[in-house]
């Protein structure tokens, strides 16, 4: 109930989901009292989801970092004593400055979408670390293989508005758990549904979305592109095909023809452990059903085949002339219709002549631990981490935590919380959540742009990442002009004069003026214009310019000694590694888990709520099992992304992930993992 006395501040979720939800934060007495969606903004449309619902039980969590620390203790333990700002910004400042006297690249940043804002994202952080010369993080954690599917087949990071699914009359969910992360989708496929439309899942996990669709076709994991070639496959045979469309507006159709025509469906039945005649069934509906749109998610892009698989999907649209209407076509990200104005934000100018290396943020294991070298370059002797949490979510964690633990390794962190890699810290520094600066947003759901204004004051001595940014660059003695700008001037330097920042400030949000169907008449934003079967950059780089199924790399082999996949999707409550200790959310998670479905689980004499060890090559993590129908036969599911610490043997589930990268965008592999699990005594 709100009183006279409250305030209500618009603001935007700041999280790694494609919702992007714009928010309204009540105080009262200078004190958040409740988070709430928007009902003005439609997508929002006042909801939110359980997570961001606390975002009050999160900003006054009892465990907020409150005041700068320094280590005391060995490194990794996470034993730290307060410290003032200036003594701490003046010791990392002449750290940074005697390494960037001699050798630039031995500093590292890096972060990820712990905020997906511009500016407390790579804002002043950039202009900092460019003003530096600092190594480049290669930031492919999450999306990268997926984008350069995307890319390479489309164009660009564009595709179908998301409202207008809800006109669809068939809907394909691929490799998404739409109600966990992705739910205002999940509402307009809701309203589909209720208008006569079929909804199909396709992902290993019988998900919660999956208990609600229609059908759900459980694949194996690293199987898509297989399945979409037999789809292929179904539509030349059945002539479901729009020529006008391939013919006009799509590039390599008699190469994609021939090579979909190498994948009857009962080779990809094979393939991807699913009976022939869903297929079929899928291609008949796919084919023969208008508009038919897909909802593409970053899981299946998680293996080594994760770009290919993408490509393979999305041509889909262009064979049946989906795109012709606004309900019909494919979203995997919106985020490349975005005019961000990067060079303005994040001033790649002061780099000047420089030009650093790229260190892959998927490789950090191996990095941290490579010596100097001519190839490599210097060995990493600092790293400065923000809205990241890499401890946890970077894959082969044995190695991230060697890594993290060199004595001769100075690591700042920012963060609200002591995570994992807080732990590592010989600095850890408090920084501000949504609800206590400005920012602004794109989104990868949606084509709003949202602003975000601070509803009450910094918590504790917590500073925003750019005013950390700011004072660091100060007593670094940085003095170009750029870095005195203060956040609400990085807010209107995001979008320039692309976006209307006056009706950002009145409403909280504007829509991008973009068509309702975009490729309806092909001007795809690839170098031909045209949808790109056949990619011809892929040709001149001697790859395979179609896209094509390449199974994982590590395929479970019933006969030896890792005879199960494992997939790690975040639980329902958590986001990545955010969340995790918010008490509220982590009582509904319980404790780590791995589903494991009944014969698997009674092939290894393991009951339901037994420990198990779940292991391969790389380590083990114990955890409870969840004995599910919920995992397919063959795979398990290491549900994420718990905090090592919270681990049963202080470990999570990216102690079996490996380094291995994607076919293309140099992606992790989280999916790609096959292991064996066994009760332990
Ligand atoms: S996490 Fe996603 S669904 Fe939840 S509030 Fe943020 S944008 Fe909305």
Not at 426 to 447: F, R
């Amino acid at each position: 109930m709100n009183s006279p006395h409250d305030t209500q501040v618009r603001g935007a979720c700041p999280h790694d989901c494609p919702d992007t939800c714009a928010l309204v934060t009540t105080v009262r007495d200078g004190v958040a009292t409740r988070v709430q969606g928007n009902p003005d903004h439609p997508l929002t449309d006042g909801v939110l989801c359980a997570k961001v619902s606390r975002y009050p039980e999160r900003t006054y969590h009892p465990d907020r970092l409150l005041y700068p620390q320094k280590r005391v203790g060995p490194k990794g333990a996470g034993q730290f004593q307060r410290v003032s700002w200036d003594e701490a910004l003046t010791d990392i400042a002449a750290r940074l400055s005697a390494l960037a006297a001699q050798r630039p690249e031995a500093v590292l940043p890096y972060s990820y979408a712990g905020t997906m804002g511009l500016v407390q994202g790579d804002g002043m952080a950039a202009r900092f670390f460019n003003r530096l010369g600092a190594s480049r993080l290669d930031q492919t954690i999450c999306a990268s293989a997926g984008t350069a599917g995307l890319m390479n087949t489309l164009g660009g990071k564009v595709g179908m508005k998301v409202q207008f699914f809800a006109e669809a009359k068939l809907i394909l969910i691929w490799g998404s758990n739409s109600i966990g992360s992705n739910l205002h989708f999940w509402r307009i496929a809701q309203e589909a549904k209720r208008q006569g439309a079929r909804l199909v899942c396709i992902d290993p996990r019988r998900t919660e979305t999956a208990d609600k669709c229609h059908e759900h076709i459980a694949l194996r994991p690293g199987t898509d592109a297989a399945l979409a070639l037999a789809l292929m496959h179904e539509l030349i045979q059945h002539d479901w095909l729009d020529h006008d469309y391939i013919a006009q507006h799509t590039l390599g159709w008699a190469e994609l023809r021939e090579r979909a025509l190498q994948w009857p469906p009962e080779r990809a039945a094979e393939v991807c452990g699913v009976p022939v005649e869903q297929i079929t069934r899928l291609a008949r509906d796919y084919g023969t059903t208008q508009p038919a749109a897909i909802r593409l998610n970053y899981g299946m892009q998680r293996v080594h085949g994760g770009g290919n698989a993408v490509r393979a999907v999305a041509c889909l649209p262009a064979l049946v002339g989906a795109w012709r209407q606004r309900g019909g076509g494919l979203l995997l990200s919106s985020s490349g219709q975005f005019p961000v104005q990067r060079q303005a934000l994040q001033r790649p100018d002061l780099l000047g002549e420089r030009r650093p290396r790229l260190i892959n943020m998927s490789t950090i294991g191996d990095d941290l631990l490579r010596p100097a070298s001519p190839e490599f370059g210097p060995a990493i002797e600092a790293l400065v981490v923000y809205n990241s949490n890499p401890v946890a979510v970077a894959p082969d964690s044995a190695k991230v935590v060697a890594g993290f633990q060199r004595e001769d390794l100075f690591t700042v962190v920012l963060e609200h919380f002591q995570t994992d890699t807080a732990d590592h810290a010989d600095y850890l520094l408090p920084a501000t959540t949504q609800l206590e600066h400005w920012d602004v947003h794109l989104a990868y759901g949606h084509t709003d742009v949202l602003l975000n204004r601070p509803a009450i004051a910094p918590v504790g001595e917590a500073l925003p990442n750019s005013e950390i940014f700011r004072r660091l660059a100060q007593k670094m003695g940085f003095d170009e002009p750029c870095f005195a700008e203060d956040d609400q001037a990085l807010c209107r330097q995001a979008f320039g004069d692309r976006v209307d920042f006056n009706t950002l400030l009145e409403q909280g949000f504007a829509s991008l003026p973009l068509p309702d169907a975009p490729f309806a008449q092909g001007g795809f934003p690839t170098p031909s214009g045209r949808c790109e079967f056949l990619n011809p950059q892929l040709v001149a780089q001697g790859l395979d310019g179609l896209p094509q199924h390449l199974p994982n790399r590590e395929l479970p082999d019933p006969q030896g000694p890792w005879p199960l996949a494992m997939i790690s999707p975040p639980a329902r409550n958590f986001l990545n590694s955010t969340f995790v200790n918010v008490n509220s959310l982590n009582k509904l998670e319980t404790e780590p888990l791995l589903e494991i479905h009944p014969d698997d689980a009674a092939a290894r004499q393991i009951r339901h709520g037994d420990v198990v060890r779940v292991f391969n090559a790389r380590g083990e993590y114990h955890c409870k099992a969840d004995v599910s129908a919920r995992a397919r036969p063959g795979v398990v599911v290491g549900l994420g992304l718990w905090w090592r610490k919270m681990g049963l043997n202080g470990t999570n589930v990216n102690q079996l992930t490996g380094q291995a990268l994607t076919d293309m965008g140099r992606g992790p592999t989280f999916y790609d993992c096959a292991v064996q699990v066994s009760a332990l005594a």
